[in-house]
């Protein structure tokens, strides 16, 4: 350390606790709740930016021992009310013992209760990022110079100054100035702050090209006035029911904001066929997709900086992933030849363009969109080899990202092989009687007894099981803050809930291995679970108590047949690669996306999603198109492997696979019709297998699902 330099001041890391969601994590002293909450990705409503104007982001701090957590938290565990809480007369009042979670500041390990009033109760789009160790090697840079006062003599025009004050004063070379940048040139020199040789500070936007950071041009994109100190970037992952972003700070590497929207493209199709096949049959259906996803980039952009304090017109670099018809649409390309075989991409390469080219509220920034693999493997199954990396690695990876369309990349740093199979949307809750998104309310964790057959079930929004005390009057508490109100009790089952109450049927013996639900018993405690459903069976689930508002849960045999008909084309396709590949056996298993986050593997593994391996070794990678999508944004090298391992991964298409049918059917099966299951075997009593092929599969149902549609007339 330099003499006469104070040593840094090191803020204390603090435990905090928000309750009901059971999130915690460590952050640093004087942080406010509402950002605690956003660090640890906990529903906590506010809209005016931490202001203190809303009255959305009330909280309450919960005071006592708490040994399930190792808290002993006192009254000064958030810092008392200021000025801004005394003067607050919103429309919700500050009821006695809540603060404003913008407000409050964490000073001691705390506790704090997130009431009903105070969560969003919109879909639960759990999309957080975490890039581990990278080298920051950002493409777009920031540049305080001097601008000399303008003289009679001088020859050179204005941007041509501005690049050799940055030569001068950064030893920065540039090729030179994007035409964009100069409409607003001399206004903003002559805006910037006054330093003491009659000059003016201004800041340079620079954008840089080029792989290798020796070889790289910059072009200056944008002059500010005074001094800029963040560069800002937003990673965007297009996905078909959600559209997840993530601000950055491109020097930093600090993540300072995240968020996700709905896909306003549902209302037009659930999932990526049904959306082709609205461009096939409506004129000017490609142009109405294009404007939805775009207005979403847009909004959510704009939601980014504003979380974060922050102007649009600040973001220099948009990164965009998602699958292909996603990324053709965003870019106005007609993505109905990727609608049937033989799937050709308009390319396959990255794409650099403008943000305004894409109707974004960012005039200086420049949008890179990553490559596709295949025709239905895109940039977000890039991205998220890129964060998995198991290109670096000799461990045999199979990487898993399970949506209405299932991306599978299986190998190591010896090849990989990918494919993605047509799971369909019934994993999100979709085509499922009493499926649902995840919001609150949804069934997502399940345990049936096999000797009563009596369930047990956990829904979002509650850490209690419902056979816990206290677990109906929790569900049953209504929300209503300003116009906002949501249903009460358990309302549906989500995506991982539907996983683990099939694997639990056939673990407790109501579904037989080839998915059949077993007739009830004459009598005794099972004769209630399983209910006449026309010529089928349906087993209740979960029944609201007497008195009490909800629907009756209930898994009928359609339901148990649509998850059959998805992971049988998921693990067929898990199969072929494995095929072709010439692997046995994965070494390890990875699960990426929102929804994989939240299966359980041993669950997973019992319905045959996956196929047989060691339980351990099969771990959620959570958000991993995101988290490689900031990756690629804050490191070109980064960018450069991703480009650089896309060209490497082979492509099988499931679609054209004669192979692909056969492994199918014999998929179907609970857990696998043909292959054994030792390892899942030691974990788990499973049934002994008694079919081969489900028998009471209707002649149409052994189709698996397919991308092939028929195109309708044109209007």
């Not at 540049?143 to 009679?152: G, R």
């Not at 968020?259 to 549902?266: E, T, V």
């Not at 209405?404 to 047509?422: K, M, R, Y």
Request: with cysteine; net charge negative; hydrophobic share 45%.
């Amino acid at each position: 350390m330099p003499p006469g330099t104070l040593p840094p001041v090191e803020v204390p890391e603090l435990r905090v606790v928000f309750t009901p969601a059971g999130r915690t994590g460590a952050v640093s002293e004087g942080t406010t709740v509402l950002d605690a909450a956003r660090q640890l990705g906990v529903d906590l409503d506010s809209v005016c930016g931490g202001r203190g104007i809303c009255g959305r982001c009330q909280v309450t701090p919960s005071l006592g021992t708490f040994d399930k957590w190792a808290i002993t938290a006192g009254t000064d565990a958030l810092s008392p009310p200021g000025a801004t809480e005394a003067a607050y007369s919103g429309r919700r009042p500050l009821d006695a013992g809540s603060r404003l979670g913008c407000q409050a500041r964490i000073r001691a390990d705390v506790v704090v209760d997130v009431p009903p009033d105070s969560q969003l109760h919109g879909p639960v789009v759990r999309k957080t990022v975490d890039v581990g160790d990278i080298a920051l090697d950002p493409l777009a840079t920031l540049h305080v110079v001097t601008v000399p006062p303008p003289t009679l003599d001088e020859r050179r025009g204005l941007a041509q100054v501005i690049i050799d004050c940055v030569a001068d004063e950064w030893d920065v070379h540039l090729a030179g100035i994007l035409p964009e940048a100069l409409a607003g040139l001399h206004a903003s020199v002559a805006a910037g702050s006054p330093d003491d040789a009659d000059g003016r500070l201004v800041t340079v936007a620079v954008r840089w090209s080029g792989s290798e950071p020796r070889e790289r041009t910059g072009m200056v994109t944008a002059v500010w006035p005074g001094v800029v100190t963040a560069a800002l970037g937003v990673a965007i992952d297009i996905g078909s029911t959600t559209i997840a972003g993530h601000l950055t700070d491109l020097h930093s590497g600090d993540v300072l904001a995240s968020a996700g929207r709905m896909n306003p493209q549902i209302r037009l199709g659930e999932d990526l066929m049904s959306r082709v096949s609205y461009v096939m049959m409506n004129s000017g259906g490609a142009r109405e997709l294009t404007a939805l996803v775009r207005d979403c980039l847009a909004t959510l952009i704009t939601e980014l900086c504003f979380d974060a304090g922050a102007e649009p017109g600040a973001v220099l670099e948009v990164m965009l992933v998602g699958n292909p018809i996603m990324i053709h649409i965003a870019l106005g390309i007609d993505p109905t030849p990727l609608g049937q075989a033989p799937f050709t991409l308009a390319t396959d390469a990255a794409i650099e363009l403008d943000g305004p080219n894409m109707d974004l509220p960012c005039p200086s920034a420049r949008v890179y969109v990553g490559p596709a693999i295949a025709g239905h493997v895109g940039a977000d199954t890039a991205a998220a080899v890129l964060a998995g990396g198991p290109h670096r690695d000799d461990a045999v990876t199979l990487l898993v990202d399970v949506g209405t369309n299932a991306e599978i990349v299986l190998g190591s740093a010896g090849g990989l092989w990918a494919a993605s199979s047509p799971t369909g949307p019934a994993f999100e809750g979709a085509q499922i009687s009493c499926g649902q998104r995840a919001t609150s309310g949804a069934i997502e964790r399940v345990r049936i007894d096999p000797v009563t057959w009596a369930p047990r079930v956990r829904v979002i929004g509650c850490d209690l099981w419902s056979d816990e005390p206290g677990f109906a009057e929790a569900v049953e508490r209504r929300v209503a803050a300003g116009t906002r109100s949501a249903a009460a009790g358990v309302t549906g089952i989500c995506g991982s809930g539907i996983i683990e109450v099939i694997a639990e049927m056939y673990l407790a013996g109501v579904l037989s291995s080839d998915g059949v639900i077993a007739a009830p018993p004459g009598e005794g405690a099972r004769a209630s679970r399983v209910i006449s459903d026309g010529r089928t069976w349906s087993y209740v689930l979960y029944e609201p108590p007497e008195g009490a508002d909800g629907p009756t849960i209930t898994v009928t045999q359609n339901d148990v047949r649509a998850i059959q008909l998805a992971k049988a084309a998921l693990r067929a396709g898990i199969d072929l690669l494995r095929e072709h590949a010439g692997i046995e056996a994965p070494d390890r298993v990875q699960l990426a996306g929102a929804f994989g986050a939240h299966i359980d593997p041993v669950r997973a593994m019992v319905l045959g999603l996956i196929g047989d391996c060691e339980p351990d070794e099969v771990r959620s990678v959570g958000n991993a198109a995101g988290t490689g999508a900031v990756r690629a944004l804050l490191s070109g090298s980064q960018r450069a492997e991703m480009e650089q391992v896309v060209r490497s991964i082979r492509k099988i298409e499931t679609a054209t696979e004669p192979r692909f049918q056969e492994l199918f059917v014999a998929a179907m099966a609970l857990p696998h019709a043909t292959a054994a299951n030792p390892l899942l075997a030691a974990v788990v009593d499973l049934p002994e297998r008694d079919g081969i092929v489900p028998t009471g599969v209707g002649p149409g149902e052994m189709q698996p699902p397919t991308r092939r549609r028929r195109a309708g007339r044109r209007r």
